[in-house]
């Protein structure tokens, strides 16, 4: 509706390829996964901030900002908010403590947060708002392979499942017209 992208019948199909592939990949359908209100509040709670973030980014940069200046405020805001739910509690003390804790926090803080959202709002420079969404999830499907070989997490036949529909999908966006 706002950036008036067609929405055809891949697309719908790879959106309904990545919504799966995401359900099986986080165990949904496993049989010892437990759904509480709590849990899923919240996760449409991160659902709706990140469509929120696609929308305010992509009309960031249609206004000439930089991808740069809008992951600053964005991370500066995620963070404030945070702050005000979660409080700051010894965070500062215990980063302080040691060399290694600031060094820890300064770089999950960077390779976790700031630069994939750079990334992302980089992207959304050249691809379309909805398109990007559903790439995006090839994230839970790079979490599972870690999970798998780092982590030596089971490897099931639902999360199998799920992955294959996570990397259907990014191949039917990608398919030429």
């Given amino acids: 509706l706002l950036f008036k992208e067609r ?13 799966l592939g995401c359900a099986l990949v986080s165990g949904l359908g496993a049989g010892d996964m437990a759904l509480s209100t709590a849990g899923i509040l919240y996760g449409l709670g991160a659902g709706f901030g990140y469509a929120m973030y696609s929308i305010f980014a992509r009309c960031a940069l249609e206004r000439g900002y930089s991808s740069n200046t809008i ?5 500066l805001l995620a963070a404030l908010g945070a702050a005000l739910i979660w409080g700051v509690d010894g965070v500062f003390e215990t980063a302080a403590a ?3 804790n600031l060094a820890l926090a300064i770089g999950a803080g960077v390779v976790t947060c700031y ?18 969404a ?14 798998i070989f780092a982590f030596h997490e ?5 999360k199998l499942l ?10 039917i966006l990608n398919r030429r017209p």
């Fill in 134 to 147: 559903i790439l995006a999830t090839v994230e839970p499907f790079v979490a599972a392979l870690i999970g």
């Fill in 98 to 100: 040691s060399g290694g």
């Fill in 154 to 158: 089971a490897v099931t036949p639902y």
């Fill in 7 to 19: 929405l055809t019948g891949l697309k719908l199909l790879a959106v309904l390829l990545a919504f």
């Fill in 115 to 132: 630069l994939p959202y750079l990334l992302y709002t980089e992207g959304l420079r050249w691809a379309e708002p909805g398109k990007a």
């Fill in 71 to 75: 992951n600053f405020y964005s991370c």
């Fill in 162 to 171: 799920g992955m294959a529909a996570i990397f259907g999908a990014i191949l």
